[in-house]
C-alpha cells in the first residue's frame, strides 16, 4: 500500500462501525475504506482462530491428530469484490437511496459503488451480501434481495437505463485505486461539490499530493486554487483520473464483450494464470463487467441460503 493510502486505512480500521465509513458523494472511496476494513477484520480473526488452535495443541499434546482434527471448527471466509454500478448512457436509476427524496423514488446515478462479500461453505453452497452504504436497505442484505428491491422491474425498464456491474476484486481494488478528488473540485467556483474525506487523498503514484489542500500550497501564479497546479500534482491528476475513469465507466464495448464472452471468462478465470497477457491484466485491475442476469448468475445464491444469518459482528 502506497504512503498516500495510510490515512485512509487507518480511519477505516478506526472507524466505530462500518456504517460510520459513509462519506457522502465519494462512494468509491467509501468502498474502498470499507474494504479495506473487512480484509483486515477477516485476516486478524483468522489470526486470532489460529493462535487458539496452537493454544489448544499444546495443551493437548497427547491428542492424535486425527482426532484433533474433528474437533476443529472450520469458519467459511468471504472473497470480496468491490462494484461499480453504471451502463453507457452514464445514468443508472437505483431506488432505496438515502440520497433520494423517499424509498420508492428513484436516484440516477452516473456511477455507484457497493461492497460485495461471497462466503462459500461448500462445494454446492454459496452465499453472497452486499453492502450498500448509501441505501435505506439492511446493511448488509443478500445479492438477491438487493437487486429486487434497487433494481425494482427492471426488464420493464428502457433498454438505455440497463444497470451493469463492473466487479473487481477488492484486494486489488485497494493496490490499484487512485484519486485526486478532481472530480469533485469545481475550478470555476475554487470551491467542492461536496465536502472532502478529511483524511488524505488515496494515490498510488505520487504520493506526496494531497488535492484536499485548497490553501496556499495549491495557489497559482496569480493566488488562485489549482489542484493541478505543479508537474507533480499534474502527473498525479492524471494517473489517477485516467485509472478513476475506467473503473467508473461501462461503455458499449463493455457491454458487447460481456454478452459474447462472459460465460467464457468465468470459466477461465481458473485457467488463466497468464501474467503476461494484456487482456488478463486489464481484467485483473479493472475487472469484469455483468448484466443484473449475470451477475446473479455468477455471484447468486447456489442453494436457498437467504435464511442464513447475516454478520453482525465486527471486530475492531
Known amino acids: 500500500m502506497s504512503a498516500a493510502a495510510a490515512g485512509a486505512a487507518k480511519s477505516a480500521i478506526e472507524a466505530s462501525s462500518d456504517k460510520s465509513l459513509r462519506v457522502p458523494c465519494y462512494c468509491e472511496e467509501n468502498v474502498w475504506r470499507l474494504a479495506y476494513r473487512k480484509i483486515h477484520q477477516q485476516e486478524k480473526k483468522k489470526k486470532q482462530q489460529q493462535e487458539k488452535k496452537q493454544k489448544r495443541q499444546q495443551k493437548k499434546k497427547k491428542i492424535t491428530t ?62 453472497t451480501l452486499v453492502w450498500d452504504i448509501d ?74 499530493t494531497n488535492s484536499n489542500d485548497d490553501s496556499s500550497n495549491n495557489k497559482d501564479d496569480d493566488g488562485n486554487n489549482d489542484v493541478t497546479s505543479n508537474s507533480a500534482t499534474t502527473t498525479t491528476t492524471t494517473t489517477a483520473t485516467t485509472a478513476f475513469k475506467q473503473y467508473m465507466t461501462i461503455s458499449n464495448e463493455d457491454v458487447d464483450y460481456q454478452q459474447k464472452n462472459g460465460e467464457k471468462d468465468d470459466n477461465d478465470d481458473n485457467n488463466n494464470k497468464n501474467e503476461n497477457d494484456d487482456n488478463h491484466n486489464h481484467n485483473r485491475i479493472f475487472g469484469r463487467v455483468y448484466s443484473i442476469s449475470r451477475l446473479v448468475e455468477r455471484f447468486g445464491c447456489s442453494e436457498d441460503n437467504n435464511n442464513a444469518l447475516l454478520p453482525t459482528i465486527e471486530i475492531k
Open 66 to 127: 486425527a482426532a484433533a482434527t474433528t474437533t476443529t471448527t472450520t469458519t467459511s471466509s468471504f472473497q470480496y469484490h468491490v462494484v461499480f454500478i453504471s451502463n453507457p448512457k452514464g445514468c443508472a436509476p437505483l431506488f432505496q437511496q438515502l440520497a433520494a427524496s423517499d424509498r420508492d423514488s428513484a436516484v440516477f446515478w452516473d456511477y455507484h459503488d457497493v461492497t460485495e462479500g461471497t462466503t462459500t461453505t461448500t462445494v454446492l453452497t454459496k452465499n
Open 135 to 208: 441505501s435505506y436497505l439492511p446493511f448488509p442484505c443478500h445479492l438477491e434481495d438487493y437487486i429486487e428491491m434497487v433494481f425494482p422491474n427492471n426488464l420493464d425498464w428502457p433498454k438505455e437505463y440497463a444497470p451493469y456491474f463492473r466487479v473487481i476484486d477488492a484486494s486489488i481494488y485497494l493496490r490499484h485505486f487512485s484519486s485526486d478528488r478532481s472530480h469533485m473540485y469545481n475550478s470555476d467556483t475554487n470551491t467542492w461539490n461536496a465536502l472532502p474525506p478529511s483524511y488524505d487523498c488515496i494515490l498510488q503514484h505520487n504520493e506526496n
